[in-house]
């Protein structure tokens, strides 16, 4: 009889939440973690999807401004439990039902985002009593999750109790803002004050406090994983795009080039993403988390609203936008543009070493991204505009291919090595 065959069967009795090892090996994400994220599918594509219908109407302001905030709250939610989970994941059933209460407050928050950005393009009071409702769900439970790692585990006890106090501050003032009707601006100016109180946080939990036993290749993955499902938008947009061209016209060269270009764009998305050493380097440097793991959140924006500007161009070619050829070409180009800007930030700050070459890089994949927009306005077909914008991520996969992997070894060999 073999080793394996010998092992008892998993159960999941309550066991103590004494923290997860950092330095443990093979460590990657479980079932329930992914199970988790489906339930971001639903809030990333309502998101994307109000964003293209503001974008296409024309209506840039509130259609941005209600995106913003909706990535943040999707993506805070995400991070909230994900760096928790990381840390001090027991999977007993007590973990598994809280988690489970944690997903009904994500799938809530998702369905209060069309309201929040209705009222924001009425220019009333923004209403996002139903987001913060969710919000409330998952924070009752994730507030049970950190007392009770407070209460088993009294080296991080302090680092726990840090995160309760943020959070319920946080929480409080999100439920008052519902019912005080203030103008935009004010309630601009309290978003920010409360997103700081979200943020600092976990800076004076991890940095003052004592931290937590967070796994550094694990959270790597969890990210990556959050991009995958992210960059589903853009197969989402893509197949927007084809059916709005067969619909019309049926299939021809049009739909066959939209396919290619949304499926490219989408594919150098991920494998640009995947070139980033990440956990190899936070595995080390801890300290350089906060930069990576907050600003991952304008990737993931950028990645949606690449998605919601592939169907954008669906409506143009089903001539139900608004906006002409060259704004909707840059309802995509824009946000790419920011992805890959971002995504070459995070690999000089990660490796800490710039190389000229990456600027030649940066400067094929600008003029890539202009020479589309000005295609657009040149009277070019949307679908050849797509099919120049595909190779902007593909310049720098390639010059790392090619060249840029033996500067980032030596960067990561230097780095590591210091």
Same mark, same amino acid.
């Given at each position: 009889?073999?080793?394996?065959?010998?092992?008892?069967?998993?159960?999941?009795?309550?066991?103590?939440? %004494?923290?997860?090892?950092?330095?443990?090996?093979?460590?990657?994400?479980?079932?329930?973690?992914?199970?988790?994220?489906?339930?971001?599918?639903?809030?990333?594509?309502?998101?994307?999807?109000?964003?293209?219908?503001?974008?296409?109407?024309?209506?840039?302001?509130?259609?941005?401004?209600? $995106?913003?905030?909706?990535? $943040?709250?999707?993506?805070?939610?995400?991070?909230?439990?994900?760096?928790?989970?990381?840390?001090?994941?027991?999977?007993?059933?007590?973990?598994?039902?809280? %988690?489970?209460?944690?997903?009904?407050?994500?799938?809530?928050?998702?369905?209060?985002?069309?309201?929040?950005?209705?009222?924001?393009?009425?220019?009333?009071?923004?209403?996002?009593?139903?987001?913060?409702?969710?919000?409330?769900?998952?924070?009752?439970?994730?507030?049970?999750?950190?007392?009770?790692?407070?209460?088993?585990?009294?080296?991080?006890?302090?680092?726990?109790?840090?995160?309760?106090?943020?959070?319920?501050?946080?929480?409080?003032?999100?439920?008052?803002?519902?019912?005080?009707?203030?103008?935009?601006?004010?309630?601009?100016?309290?978003?920010? %004050?409360?997103?700081?109180?979200?943020?600092?946080?976990?800076?004076?939990?991890?940095?003052?406090?004592?931290?937590?036993?967070?796994?550094?290749?694990?959270?790597?993955?969890?990210?990556?994983?959050?991009?995958?499902?992210?960059?589903?938008?853009?197969?989402?947009?893509?197949?927007?795009?084809?059916?709005?061209?067969?619909?019309?016209?049926?299939?021809?060269?049009?739909?066959?080039?939209?396919?290619?270009?949304?499926?490219?764009?989408?594919?150098?998305?991920?494998?640009?993403?995947?070139?980033?050493?990440?956990?190899?380097?936070?595995?080390?440097?801890?300290?350089?988390?906060?930069?990576?793991?907050?600003?991952?959140?304008?990737? $993931?924006?950028?990645?949606?609203?690449?998605?919601?500007?592939?169907?954008?161009?669906?409506?143009?070619?089903?001539?139900?936008?608004?906006?002409?050829?060259?704004?909707?070409?840059?309802?995509?180009?824009?946000?790419?543009?920011?992805?890959?800007?971002?995504? $070459?930030?995070?690999?000089?700050?990660?490796?800490?070493?710039?190389?000229?070459?990456?600027?030649?890089?940066?400067?094929?994949?600008?003029?890539?991204?202009?020479?589309?927009?000005?295609?657009?306005?040149?009277?070019?077909?949307?679908?050849?505009?797509?099919?120049?914008?595909?190779?902007?991520?593909?310049?720098?996969?390639?010059?790392?291919?090619?060249?840029?992997?033996?500067?980032?070894?030596?960067?990561?060999?230097?780095?590591?090595?210091?």
């Amino acid at each position: 009889m073999s080793e394996n065959a010998a092992e008892p069967l998993p159960h999941h009795h309550v066991s103590a939440m %004494t923290g997860r090892d950092p330095h443990e090996h093979h460590r990657v994400a479980t079932p329930l973690e992914l199970l988790f994220d489906l339930t971001f599918v639903i809030a990333f594509g309502l998101a994307a999807s109000q964003l293209a219908h503001f974008l296409a109407e024309g209506h840039y302001a509130s259609g941005l401004m209600g $995106f913003g905030f909706a990535m $943040f709250a999707v993506c805070w939610a995400w991070v909230n439990f994900s760096w928790f989970a990381s840390a001090f994941d027991t999977d007993d059933w007590v973990y598994r039902v809280t %988690t489970m209460i944690q997903m009904v407050g994500v799938l809530i928050l998702a369905l209060g985002l069309p309201q929040m950005f209705e009222t924001i393009d009425h220019g009333e009071h923004v209403n996002n009593s139903v987001m913060v409702l969710g919000y409330v769900v998952m924070r009752i439970a994730m507030i049970f999750q950190w007392l009770r790692a407070a209460r088993q585990n009294p080296e991080r006890r302090k680092a726990c109790l840090t995160y309760v106090t943020a959070i319920s501050i946080a929480q409080i003032g999100w439920v008052i803002s519902i019912f005080i009707d203030m103008p935009l601006v004010a309630t601009a100016l309290c978003v920010v %004050t409360l997103t700081l109180i979200e943020m600092l946080g976990p800076v004076i939990a991890e940095r003052t406090n004592g931290g937590t036993p967070w796994h550094a290749h694990h959270i790597a993955e969890r990210y990556g994983l959050l991009a995958i499902i992210t960059l589903g938008e853009g197969v989402v947009g893509t197949v927007a795009s084809i059916s709005a061209i067969t619909g019309e016209q049926g299939w021809n060269l049009d739909a066959i080039l939209v396919c290619i270009a949304g499926t490219g764009l989408t594919f150098g998305m991920w494998w640009l993403y995947f070139l980033l050493p990440a956990g190899r380097v936070l595995h080390v440097f801890r300290n350089r988390s906060f930069v990576w793991g907050y600003g991952n959140m304008l990737v $993931f924006a950028a990645i949606a609203a690449t998605g919601a500007g592939l169907h954008v161009a669906a409506y143009y070619i089903e001539h139900k936008a608004h906006i002409g050829a060259v704004a909707a070409v840059l309802t995509v180009a824009i946000p790419v543009f920011a992805y890959i800007s971002l995504i $070459f930030g995070f690999y000089v700050y990660l490796l800490r070493k710039m190389e000229t070459f990456y600027l030649w890089l940066m400067a094929g994949m600008t003029a890539i991204v202009i020479l589309s927009v000005a295609c657009a306005a040149a009277g070019v077909s949307m679908t050849l505009c797509l099919i120049i914008l595909m190779f902007a991520p593909l310049v720098p996969v390639l010059g790392y291919e090619v060249k840029g992997h033996h500067y980032g070894s030596e960067a990561l060999r230097r780095s590591l090595g210091h």
